[in-house]
């Protein structure tokens, strides 16, 4: 089964406001990372948080990690139609830290 | 810039053909991923090397290959292509900081 699973797994708001994709995930982590697929390319990182941490921000991204609840939150402020895009999260586990494991996926649409 | 290429970016080939997915990276990086990627199911890890000559098996290692001969090249073979190997394969390096610099893809259809 998936190591994490993110919700929505579907996400369509207006141009200008807030999106929150939210993450979780079964196993103890080292970290947690956050990226981007347009659509039939390849993905982009976007943010890593580890383990230790609590929140991080980037731009007009802020991630949070929550390792009690075993769960992230993406947040983009201020959305933009180039937004429009699918979000991954991946977990980097404590053991074989080298893999990620990817969750399927929170498809976001921003509308103009 | 990391630059992370694929051979395709759209394959299509015939049930029982043998296939070969080539990635080529230009930064240095050890570590080197394939994935495929279907709706509903999001990545899954085939294979990843962290060597030359040095593979493990990812999640769904079964009717897949890899091979690793150079530090920047890292090479998926289907055996003997079916048609449930029609997928988007995505390939993968790691950076000193946990993160993975992804390629475009090669969207495979197999018929």
């Known amino acids: 089964s998936q190591q994490g699973e993110e919700d929505p797994q579907a996400l369509s708001i207006q141009e200008g406001e807030n999106a929150t994709m939210n993450c979780s995930y079964k196993?103890?982590?080292?970290?947690l990372q956050w990226y981007r697929q347009n659509s039939g390319r390849g993905l982009v990182h976007l943010i890593l948080?580890?383990?230790?941490?609590r929140e991080k921000h980037s731009g007009r991204l802020r991630v949070t990690l929550d390792t009690s609840k075993k769960s992230s939150s993406l947040l983009i402020t201020a959305s933009r139609a180039a937004d429009t895009a699918s979000y991954f999260c991946a977990t980097g586990l404590l053991q074989g830290a080298q893999k990620l494991v990817f969750g399927q996926g929170t498809r976001l649409t921003i509308n103009p | 810039d990391v630059k992370v290429t694929q051979s395709s970016r759209y394959l299509v080939k015939r049930t029982g053909e043998k296939v070969f997915l080539e990635c080529v990276q230009d930064m240095d990086h050890e570590n080197m991923f394939w994935y495929r990627q279907d709706p509903g199911l999001g990545l899954r890890l085939i294979y990843f090397?962290?060597?030359?000559?040095?593979?493990e098996k990812g999640d769904i290692p079964e009717g897949y290959s890899v091979s690793r001969e150079k530090k920047e090249r890292f090479s998926l073979i289907l055996e003997s292509a079916s048609t449930n190997q029609t997928s988007m394969y995505l390939c993968?390096?790691?950076?000193?900081?946990?993160?993975?610099?992804f390629g475009p893809g090669t969207r495979l259809t197999v018929l």
């Open positions: 196993t103890s982590i080292n970290n």
């Open positions: 090397s962290y060597d030359v000559k040095m593979k």
């Open positions: 948080i580890r383990s230790n941490e």
């Open positions: 993968a390096t790691r950076t000193v900081s946990d993160t993975q610099y």
